[in-house]
C-alpha cells in the first residue's frame, strides 16, 4: 500500500536489465521510483504505471487474501489485480517478447514506474519528470496502464483527464443553547443556502473533450456530539472536477463570491489535486484504437471522464500520451480482480503497439 513498494520494483527492474535494459532507480522521500531504457534512438515509447495499491478495506469481506494472487473461474483475484499490477505485468512481458523478436530493434522503450500515485503523488511521476526534464530526456509517446476499459477490455482509452480542486470551509458561528437561540449564531442555518447555491451551480457546460465541471461536498461536520447546543462552526470539504473550461483559479474566485454573497464568517484553505490536460489524438491514438480493434473486435471510445492520473505530470515530456488498461469495474473495491483471458490479451496489445511504433 502507497508509499510501499514491496519489492516489485526491484523484481520488475531485475526482468526488463535481462532483456538489456538500463534500470535507474530513484527514490525520494519514501517513495521508490523506476526509470528504465532501452535504446538511445527516437522515437521513444514509454509504458508508464504505479505500483503501490489502496487499503484493502474488511480483509473478512474478502474471498481470498488480497496479497496472495488467487485464480478462480477464469479471474486472478487480488489487490491491484486491475489497478494496475496486471498492467505493468502485461508491459514486461510484452517489452520482453518485443525484444527476443527484434533485438537490434531502432527507437527505444522506457518504462517509468512510481509507487506514490495512490497517494499524494508528491513524491513519484512528478519528480521523475523533473529529473528527465532536467536531462533534456523527452518521449514521443507514453502509454499508461490505469484501467481505462469499462465493460470489456479496450473499450475506452483515456487521452486526457479533468483537474481536481479540494477545498475545506469553515464556517464561524456562536455556540449556544438549543432553548435560547436569540444568543447564539448557528452556522449550519447560515451556510444552508450558499451550500444549496453552490450545490445548483452550473460552472460551465464542458467541450467537446470534457463534461461539465463538477462540485460535490464530501464530508460535512458540526456540533459537540449532543443534543441541546447549538454548534459554533461548520466545517466541509468539497471538491471540483473540472474542464479546461475553467481554471482553479477562476473556481475559487467563484465560490468566494457565493460565500460572501450571504455574509458568511468563513475561512476557506484549497488545494489543487490536478490541472486538466488533453494530449494531442495523433498516431499513438490512432495506433492503439487500431491494436485494440484488431484485437478485440471493437472501436475504443476516446475520453477524459474518471479520475486523476499520472498522465498529468508525464504530458509534460511527452508528445502523446493514451491510457489503456483493464475493465475498471472492481478497482479500489473488495475482491479486486481481472479477467485472465483479458491480461493475456492486454500484453499481446502492448506487443502490437510495440510492434506498430518502433522501426
Known amino acids: 500500500m502507497t508509499p510501499e513498494d514491496g519489492g516489485c520494483q526491484d523484481l520488475i527492474a ?3 536489465a535481462a532483456a538489456g535494459f538500463k534500470c535507474e532507480p530513484m527514490r525520494f522521500g519514501e517513495v521508490s521510483n523506476l526509470w528504465a531504457r532501452r535504446g538511445a534512438g527516437r522515437p521513444l515509447l514509454c509504458f508508464a504505471g504505479h505500483t503501490d495499491v489502496v487499503p484493502t478495506g474488511p480483509l473478512s469481506e474478502w474471498h481470498s487474501d ?8 477464469g479471474k486472478l483475484y487480488g489487490r491491484g489485480a486491475a489497478d494496475m499490477k496486471s498492467s505493468i505485468a502485461a508491459f514486461v512481458v510484452a517489452a520482453e517478447t518485443f525484444v527476443k523478436e527484434r533485438p537490434a530493434h531502432g527507437g527505444s522503450i522506457a518504462f517509468l514506474l512510481t509507487s506514490d500515485e495512490e497517494g499524494p503523488s ?25 484501467p481505462t476499459s469499462v465493460d470489456s477490455l479496450g473499450d475506452m482509452l483515456k487521452n486526457g483527464r479533468r483537474g481536481s480542486l479540494s477545498g475545506r470551509l469553515t464556517v464561524r458561528g456562536i455556540q449556544g443553547h438549543v432553548a435560547y437561540p436569540h444568543l447564539a449564531r448557528n452556522p449550519v442555518h447560515q451556510l444552508a443556502p450558499a451550500l444549496a447555491e453552490l450545490a445548483k451551480t452550473q460552472w460551465d457546460k464542458g467541450n467537446e473533450s470534457f463534461p461539465p465541471t463538477t462540485w460535490q461536498v464530501s464530508n460535512i461536520h458540526a456540533g459537540t456530539g449532543v443534543g441541546n447546543v447549538i454548534p459554533g462552526s461548520v466545517e466541509v470539504d468539497f471538491n471540483f472536477r473540472f474542464s479546461t473550461e475553467n481554471t482553479d483559479a477562476s473556481l475559487m474566485q467563484r465560490v468566494e463570491a457565493i460565500l460572501k454573497k450571504h455574509g458568511l464568517e468563513y475561512s476557506l484553505s484549497w488545494v489543487t489535486g490536478a490541472r486538466p490536460f488533453l494530449s494531442a489524438n495523433g498516431k499513438l491514438a490512432k495506433t492503439v484504437t487500431e491494436v485494440c480493434k484488431r484485437h478485440t473486435g471493437r472501436t475504443a471510445e476516446i475520453s477524459t471522464t474518471g479520475g486523476t492520473s499520472d498522465a498529468r505530470f508525464i504530458i509534460d515530456i511527452s508528445a502523446e500520451v493514451l491510457e489503456l488498461g483493464p475493465v475498471n469495474a472492481s478497482i479500489h473495491k473488495l475482491n479486486e480482480h481481472i479477467e485472465v483471458a483479458a491480461l493475456e490479451q492486454l500484453a499481446d496489445i502492448y506487443l502490437d503497439v510495440l510492434r506498430s511504433l518502433l522501426p
Not at 488480497?66 to 473461474?73: A, D, H, I, K, Q
Open 66 to 73: 488480497p496479497f496472495t494472487p488467487t485464480l478462480r473461474e
Open 14 to 16: 531485475a526482468r526488463l
Open 122 to 146: 508528491v513524491d513519484g511521476t512528478v519528480k521523475v519528470v523533473e529529473v528527465l526534464k532536467r536531462r533534456g530526456e523527452t518521449m514521443d509517446y507514453c502509454v499508461v496502464g490505469e
